[in-house]
């Protein structure tokens, strides 16, 4: 049965940094496509930065050059460093994964994963 579990939130101010942790079991992190998304009170899910089996990464314009996406395929954990964090990058982080590749164009789409964590909090103060 599949498993994921975020960690890493809390609250920091204009400026500092994060790394939040997902660990996974029952998801072979090697195998399969994995991401971050995130959401505000009455927003959409949103996509943050992707990483597929072969290690190629996606980011999303508003956290390029601030936020870096890695996993460690030995531990099946995935991370998300966030430097520069601003108020705006205010929002619950959810992980998420996918056992199956719907091509380029579905890798923000938050259908295309089909296990999810339940959230980890990231609050940035000005």
């Known amino acids: 049965q599949e498993h994921v579990v975020e960690s890493g939130g809390g609250s920091v101010q204009a400026g500092g940094s994060l790394r939040l942790s997902c660990a996974v079991s029952g998801v072979i992190a090697s195998r399969y496509f994995m991401g971050w998304f995130r959401q505000t009170p009455g927003k959409e899910r949103e996509g943050v930065a992707n990483?597929?089996?072969?290690?190629?990464?996606n980011y999303a314009d508003s956290v390029k050059g601030r936020f870096t996406i890695s996993k460690d395929n030995t531990k099946n954990t995935l991370y998300l460093q966030m430097n520069s964090l601003k108020p705006e990058d205010t929002a619950m982080y959810y992980c998420?994964?996918?056992?199956?590749?719907?091509?380029?164009?579905?890798?923000?789409?938050?259908?295309?994963?089909?296990?999810w964590g339940q959230g980890t909090q990231v609050t940035v103060s000005s």
């Open positions: 998420a994964a996918s056992d199956r590749w719907y091509g380029p164009s579905r890798v923000w789409d938050s259908s295309s994963y089909n296990y």
């Open positions: 990483i597929g089996s072969d290690g190629r990464t």
